[in-house]
């Protein structure tokens, strides 16, 4: 039996860029089957967090535009676990609407916040970190993270620095540290007591939502004064004439590095937060070659290295080529070298700019 007080905040609002041209503002990577497993990773994540938290206190809080698709991809979520955002204002404001919502239901609830779009190996590990989180929360006032010890010194991720004395499972923050350079990123593993933010969060409602009161008033009072429509038919009237006045803050800005009361846990699971098309090539199995092949049937000579996605058993030949990401979607054909797979979001750009938005 399954905790009633265990809830988690499905995030599936981003749109995920730099996956383009498989991953569109109309149709995001989180709906998607970006690893060629049969599940998509809204679908990967909401199995993922069901084995530990009842599918009816699941909320998935996403854009308004993809409303349809939630619902086509999760046919046993309801209406009620639906959170839709009518304008994108990052993740602070969200969290506490969601959180709100769920305070009214259950004022017991711990919950947890997690991305849609992650690529997590060992289930039941995560499971067992959550869990661990949870026994925490409800009896602390804490807000809580999971941590990946890194394994190289990546500039990529925001890092967590946490309180090198302890030997606890659990330790306490000492702060959060902005994307770092190489050196810098070498330097946080050399000290040992720094580990990759994964923007994966635990908290109790009530620790959450003070936290929010005490850090961040004008946006608590913005959507406390909607509290009495929340899980009424008058809430969809009040967030369309509010949500837009919410200041765009991330929940790591408004409340984790505001607060004193934040704790880690260094995660035991394997884990990529499957952001750009390298980190996926790194996640998925390789041909003799290491080519990384995604639905396609590829006849390779002398090619290596490449990242390789078509639609269902196409044919890809592909000659001469290395380190490479080549992904063919109906009318976009992307051919891109993976040292530059950052830039993709500015190809992005100067594809809608001279050929319009529809290819975006």
Known sequence: MKNKNYYAILMAGGVGSRFWPISTQSFPKQFHDMLGTGDTLIQKTFNRLAK?????????????RYNDLVFEQLPSVTKRQVVLEPAMRNTAP???????????????????VAPSDHWIEDEQAFSDNVKTAFDFCETNDALMTLGVTPTFPNTGYGYVEYDK??????????????KPDYETAKSFLDQGNFLWNAGIFMWSVKSVVSAFKTNQPELFQLFMSGYDAYNTEQEDD??????????????DYA????????????????WNDLGTWGSLYDK????????????????????????IR???DKIVV????????????NEVLLIFPKAKEQDIKKVLQNVKANFGEEHG
């Open 284 to 307: 998925l199995d390789k041909d003799n070659h290491n080519n990384a092949i995604v639905n396609s049937k590829v006849l390779a000579e002398d090619a290596s290295g490449n990242m």
């Open 238 to 251: 009040f967030i369309r004439n509010n949500y837009s006045k919410a200041e765009n803050v991330s929940v």
């Open 94 to 112: 969200c969290i506490l609407y969601a959180s709100l919502k769920i305070k009214k239901e259950n004022e017991d609830a711990v919950m947890i």
């Open 255 to 270: 409340l984790m590095e505001k607060s004193d009361n934040v704790f880690v846990i260094p995660a035991t699971f394997d």
């Open 318 to 329: 592909v000659d001469g080529l290395k380190d490479y990401i080549i992904v063919d979607k």
């Open 310 to 312: 078509s639609q269902k």
């Open 52 to 64: 530990l938290i009842p599918e009816e206190n699941i909320f998935i809080l996403t854009n308004e």
């Open 165 to 178: 004395s302890s030997n606890s499972e659990i330790k306490s923050v000492d702060q959060f540290r902005e």
